[in-house]
């Protein structure tokens, strides 16, 4: 059983932008963080932005200043992660995953450390 869902992954043409969806259900309490990470056909695991349940976020060198990570929580304690992608590049196709730690003394993100994760939603960008 996979708990988190990501969306909006898809095809567009380099300059262009994207938003990614990641659901965490409601049963999933106590976060301290969640992040995006991606992969590219025959490269390593890369993280890309992370965000602390204080809201401080980090980002990779690669996506700063284009990428945005944020979050809500709902009603009915459901969260949701999102990820807008602007300025899109070549290089950033890749699979895309969202992940969430639980609570923990550190609130670190390496992928082992994460506590969930989703299936990926492929992101390609063309010339």
């Known amino acids: 059983q996979v708990p988190l869902v990501e969306s909006g992954g898809g095809s567009v043409q380099a300059g262009g932008s994207l938003k990614l969806s990641c659901a965490a259900p409601?049963?999933?309490?106590?976060?301290?963080?969640m992040a995006w990470y991606r992969q590219a056909a025959g490269k390593a695991r890369e993280l890309v932005a992370t965000?602390?349940?204080?809201?401080?976020?980090?980002?990779?060198d690669s996506v700063m200043g284009r990428f945005t990570i944020s979050q809500i929580s709902q009603h009915n304690a459901q969260r949701t992660l999102y990820l807008q992608l602007n300025s899109l590049k070549t290089e950033d196709t890749a699979v895309y995953y969202c992940?969430?730690?639980?609570?923990?003394?550190?609130?670190?993100?390496?992928?082992?450390?994460?506590?969930?994760w989703g299936n990926g939603t492929l992101v390609n960008i063309s010339s």
């Open positions: 409601g049963y999933i309490f106590s976060i301290c963080g």
């Open positions: 992940a969430a730690r639980m609570h923990a003394i550190h609130c670190t993100f390496n992928w082992d450390a994460m506590d969930f």
């Open positions: 965000i602390a349940d204080d809201g401080t976020t980090t980002y990779a």
